[in-house]
C-alpha cells in the first residue's frame, strides 16, 4: 500500500491536509496522527473493519481494547453510559490532556474497539492537529500508540515510518511529541477507582480529585499469576528494544563502577546526563535525573536509537519513582522484563 507523509505544522493554516488525513478516516482508513502522548494510529472507532485494520497493521492482541479519542468532554455521554460525576471534575481539572478514562460503555462502540469488554476507553487529547482532525473527522478515533506491537512507543513521525510504512493510508508529521510516554489510564467503571497505567498526569495529582485511588499492583511489578489483569494491555510484552536491558539501582558513582566492570562488545549504558562525564562505555542519555519530564521525552527515542546503535546489553541508570517518574519507570522496568538489579555504594564490594 502507498503511505502518504502529510506534515501538519499549523492546522489552521494548512485545513486542507487536516481534511485528508480525516477523510482517509472517515472513509474506513489509518493514519498515524500526532498526540501530545505519543503518535497514535487512528480509525474510526465506530467503524469493526477499520478497528480490525489496527489490529492487524501493528500486530495487537485483539482483546487488548483501544483508548477512543474525542474533542470535548461532554462528548462522552454518547459513548459511555453510568457517568460518575467525579468524571466531569476529572475533565475540568485535566482535559484536554494526557488522561485517559475507562466507563461502562454504549452498545454504539462496536466489541473490536473494546476488546471485547463492556467498558470503554476515553481520552480528550491536547494536541492542536490531533484536535483538528478529530474535529474534521466528526467521529471518535480509536487510537493505539503507531508502533508495531511489542516495540517502543513512537514519538516522532520517523518513528511511525520505521514500523508501519507501507501498511497504512498516512502518516501526520508534527515534530516531537511534548509528553513522550502514553496517558495515564484510570478507570471508574469498577467500585474504587484504579489506576491502570501511570503517565503525565501522575497519581499525586489525581489524588486530589479522588483520594481512594488505588493503584494497580503491575503498575510496578509484574503481572502476579493469575492475577486478573484489569486492563488487558498488562499481560502483553512492551516497549522492546533488541538488546536485553537490566534496570540498576544506586548513585551516579556505583552506576559508572558497576559499568566500569561490565563494558565490552554491543554493551551500552542508557543513562542520565548527570552520569555521561562518569561512564567508560558508549552511553545514550535519556534526560536528567532530576527531571521525570525529560525522561519521559526521550525514553522511547533512547531505546530505538540502542537499536540503531546494535547493542546487546543495555544497562539503564533507574529513575525515581515519584511524580512523572511512575511512568518512566513503569515504561522501563517492561524493556528490561522486570530485570532490576539494587547497586552496592560500597566501592570495594562493587566487583
Ligand atoms: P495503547 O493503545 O497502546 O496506548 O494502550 C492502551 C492501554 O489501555 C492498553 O493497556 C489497554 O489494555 C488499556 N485499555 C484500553 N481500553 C480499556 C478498557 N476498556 N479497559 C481496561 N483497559 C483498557
Ligand atoms: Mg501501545
Redesign the pocket.
Known amino acids: 500500500m502507498e503511505t502518504k507523509l502529510l506534515v501538519i505544522k499549523n492546522p489552521e493554516s494548512q485545513a486542507e491536509q487536516v481534511r485528508q488525513a480525516a477523510d482517509i478516516i472517515k472513509k474506513g482508513g489509518l493514519v498515524a496522527i500526532p498526540t501530545e502522548t ?1 503518535y ?1 494510529l487512528g480509525a474510526n472507532a465506530l467503524d469493526p473493519q477499520a478497528v480490525k485494520r489496527i489490529f492487524q497493521a501493528k500486530g495487537r492482541p485483539q482483546d ?4 477512543i479519542h474525542l474533542h470535548d468532554a461532554s462528548e462522552a455521554e454518547k459513548y459511555a453510559e453510568s457517568i460518575p460525576e467525579v468524571y466531569y471534575e476529572l475533565c475540568r481539572r485535566f482535559s484536554p490532556g494526557p488522561l ?1 478514562v ?1 466507563l461502562k ?1 454504549k452498545d454504539c462502540i462496536p466489541m473490536e474497539t ?2 471485547g ?1 463492556d ?3 476515553i481520552r480528550i487529547p491536547s494536541h492542536p492537529v490531533a484536535r483538528a482532525i478529530i474535529a474534521a473527522a466528526a467521529v471518535p478515533i480509536a ?3 503507531a508502533n508495531l506491537s511489542g516495540k517502543p ?1 513512537p514519538t516522532t513521525a520517523q518513528h511511525c515510518v520505521d514500523d508501519l510504512w507501507g501498511k497504512i493510508e498516512a502518516i501526520v508529521d508534527s515534530g516531537e511529541c511534548a509528553v513522550g510516554v ?2 495515564t ?1 484510570i ?1 471508574l ?1 469498577e467500585e474504587q477507582p484504579i489506576l ?2 501511570p503517565g503525565a498526569v501522575t497519581a499525586e495529582q489525581l489524588r486530589e480529585v479522588l483520594p481512594n485511588l488505588v493503584i494497580h499492583q503491575a503498575v510496578t511489578g509484574e503481572l502476579e499469576q493469575g492475577a486478573k489483569a ?5 499481560r502483553y510484552k512492551h516497549y522492546s528494544p533488541n538488546a536485553r536491558v537490566v534496570i540498576l539501582n544506586g548513585s551516579s558513582e556505583a552506576y559508572a563502577r558497576f559499568l566500569a566492570d561490565h563494558g565490552g562488545e554491543g554493551v551500552y549504558a542508557l543513562c542520565f546526563e548527570e552520569d555521561v562525564s562518569k561512564l567508560t562505555v558508549p552511553a545514550v542519555v535519556w534526560g536528567s535525573r532530576t527531571d521525570d519530564g525529560s525522561q519521559a521525552h526521550r525514553l522511547f527515542a533512547a531505546l530505538r536509537e540502542l537499536d540503531k546503535l546494535g547493542a546487546v546489553q543495555v544497562y539503564a541508570h533507574g529513575p525515581s519513582r515519584e511524580g512523572v517518574g511512575l511512568a518512566v519507570y513503569n515504561r522501563l522496568i517492561r524493556a528490561a522484563g522486570f530485570e532490576e538489579l539494587e547497586l552496592s555504594e560500597n566501592e570495594s564490594e562493587s566487583i
Open positions: 505519543v497514535g487488548n481494547p483501544l483508548i485517559t475507562i460503555k473494546s476488546g469488554l467498558t470503554v476507553a487510537a493505539p500508540s512507543s502514553e496517558s489510564v478507570s467503571a491502570l497505567r484489569t486492563s488487558p494491555g498488562m
